[in-house]
T-cell receptor
Framework: AQSVTQLGSHVSVSEGALVLLRCNYS??????LFWYVQYPNQGLQLLLKYTTGATLVKGINGFEAEFKKSETSFHLTKPSAHMSDAAEYFC?????????FGTGTRLTIIP | EPEVTQTPSHQVTQMGQEVILRCVPISNHLYFYWYRQILGQKVEFLVSFYNNEISEKSEIFDDQFSVERPDGSNFTLKIRSTKLEDSAMYFC??????????FGSGTRLTVV
């Protein structure tokens, strides 16, 4: 069964610093993986997705993620954090035609 | 860009009352979903719907819950007799096939 683990329920970074949000998956077959962002009192917005092909995936707002099969990871990065990046981030895996979400990581940006 | 539309954005109901949450999926999508997020917790799968029938449901989706696609555009989630623990954000999603989900902005249900 598909499962998704996000390490770190809260991450704080300084404005301009590197953002790294960790996600690991477990699956017996190559998964489809997603990162969603949720701003306060809003819905889920797709940041990026990996299905097949290139393992480095670029998304919106300067985010990218790299699918590493050997590490069963799909970590989300952004070179330089902006105040507007403060939000909750969810990693999700697709299996059996439904999404399984991680527990989320709340990103705080320190001015 | 096409959107999934959910109404209302916020619903307050008394315990034991029936509620219907409404969603308009993207018009050419074939798979529809409801997910739930209890405050402070992760997003959980409730049910998937394809070809006018439920294709899969989670343990959460008990007899109190039902889904319907009453016409060609709406997709509804009904909770027959709400409980306090049903308070959550409910998200509708649609996809043209098995992946690439578009989520609505959610309905916050508060049961008092």
């Amino acid at each position: 069964a598909q499962s998704v683990t996000q390490l770190g329920s809260h991450v704080s970074v300084s404005e301009g610093a590197l953002v790294l949000l960790r996600c690991n998956y477990s699956s017996s077959v190559p998964p489809y993986l997603f990162w969603y962002v949720q701003y306060p009192n809003q819905g889920l917005q797709l940041l990026l997705k990996y299905t097949t092909g290139a393992t480095l995936v670029k998304g919106i707002n300067g985010f990218e993620a790299e699918f590493k099969k050997s590490e069963t990871s799909f970590h989300l990065t952004k070179p330089s954090a902006h105040m507007s990046d403060a939000a909750e981030y969810f990693c999700a895996g697709e299996g059996n035609e439904k999404l399984t979400f991680g527990t989320g990581t709340r990103l705080t940006i320190i001015p | 860009e096409p959107e999934v539309t959910q109404t209302p954005s916020h619903q307050v109901t008394q315990m034991g009352q029936e509620v219907i949450l409404r969603c308009v999926p993207i018009s050419n999508h074939l798979y529809f979903y409801w997910y739930r997020q209890i405050l402070g917790q992760k997003v959980e799968f409730l049910v998937s719907f394809y070809n006018n029938e439920i294709s899969e449901k989670s343990e959460i989706f008990d007899d109190q819950f039902s889904v319907e696609r009453p016409d060609g555009s709406n997709f509804t989630l009904k909770i027959r007799s709400t409980k306090l623990e049903d308070s959550a954000m409910y998200f509708c999603a649609s996809t043209p096939r098995g992946f690439g989900y578009t989520f609505g902005s959610g309905t916050r249900l508060t049961v008092v």
